[in-house]
């Protein structure tokens, strides 16, 4: 019997939308599809080992800084990280090393500012605030007693923050994935030193930040929690190989799709920077190979010239932007 056409790159629940990046805390079958490239493994396993038995979080707070290149997998190890402090929460649970109701809880406010003028710094923080305190009440995440408590000051971030450790329900710890810092800088301080506190997980990503200025934040922050900075980079050799042979080898038993010739990997290799411009690529040539209807037989394989059929007939000209 025949299989179906299969286009073996977009992520399990999300047939319909490829560019969506990995998001495990969301969806646990996304946690087996992280591969090793642009060395955000090596950055995870870092974070894993500073959090540690999470004492640091849970009695003082803790921020992430996540910095790279735009499409090189920031929001994914952010994702990452994220749903890693939940299933340490639940292990030590289970384990008895914290009480029998804690939980971890993620709140992604990452596209909770409205579109428009540049706001300050201050306006952003309130409404980011503001949107922090209704999703937790509609997760039912702060005691009761906090909540009417807390209600009227709920857009004041300097009356909710330092309260916020305290009024969360018995034993949640939550991590909150904040909007990309507006005057970044002066703004990831200010989330690290007066608004951190016992049970909360900051999480920013930025593309904007070089080296140098993660660096000058650890330093003034040096007196209080420094952030935990985290950067994924551009693709490495073999990490487009990597890619490729790992999404190709999962989905044999459901569908057909042909295999990838080498000298289509290589010419990706040399091409794509990051691994979105790798995903779109790879995604984008299987629909347009099976959109001219061309076969999927074991013996058929992509070609350069398939990659190249796609740049050409897709809506933008991307292999003639990065020349």
């Excluded at 495990?24 to 995870?44: E, I, L, M, T």
Aim: with cysteine.
């Amino acid at each position: 019997m025949t299989k179906p056409w299969l286009n073996p790159f977009p992520l399990p629940g999300w047939p319909r939308t490829p560019m969506r990046p990995l998001c495990p805390w969301k969806n646990a079958g996304h946690r087996d599809f992280y591969v090793q490239v642009d060395d955000a493994d090596f950055q995870f396993d870092d974070f894993t080992q500073q959090m540690g038995d999470l004492s640091a979080l849970l009695s003082e707070g803790r921020l992430v800084l996540v910095t790279g290149e735009s499409g090189c997998g920031k929001t994914a190890l952010a994702h990452r990280c994220a749903d890693w402090v939940v299933q340490e929460v639940d292990r030590r649970r289970e384990d008895r090393e914290l009480g029998p109701n804690a939980r971890g809880l993620v709140l992604d406010l990452t596209g909770c500012l409205p579109d428009g003028p540049a706001q300050s710094i201050e306006h952003r923080a309130a409404h980011v605030c503001d949107e922090l305190f209704g999703r937790l009440v509609d997760n039912e995440a702060l005691r009761p007693q906090a909540v009417e408590q807390l209600s009227p000051d709920r857009d004041t971030p300097r009356r909710i923050y330092p309260r916020l450790g305290a009024a969360l329900a018995e034993d949640l710890v939550l991590v909150v994935l904040l909007p990309t810092p507006g005057e970044l800088a002066a703004e990831v301080i200010q989330y690290a030193r007066a608004f951190a506190g016992p049970k909360v997980l900051f999480v920013a990503e930025s593309d904007m930040l070089d080296p140098d200025e993660v660096a000058d934040i650890v330093l003034q922050l040096e007196a209080w929690v420094p952030p935990l900075a985290l950067h994924v980079g551009a693709l490495r050799e073999g990490d487009a190989r990597r890619f490729v042979e790992d999404r190709l080898q999962r989905h044999s038993k459901v569908g057909g799709y042909p295999r990838m010739s080498d000298e289509a990997i290589d010419f990706l290799t040399g091409w794509a920077r990051s691994v979105a411009q790798l995903q779109r690529t790879l995604h984008g040539t299987y629909e347009s190979r099976r959109g001219r209807g061309l076969s999927c037989g074991e013996g058929d394989v992509v070609t350069v010239d398939d990659i190249v059929a796609f740049f050409n007939n897709g809506s933008r000209n991307e292999l003639g932007k990065q020349r």
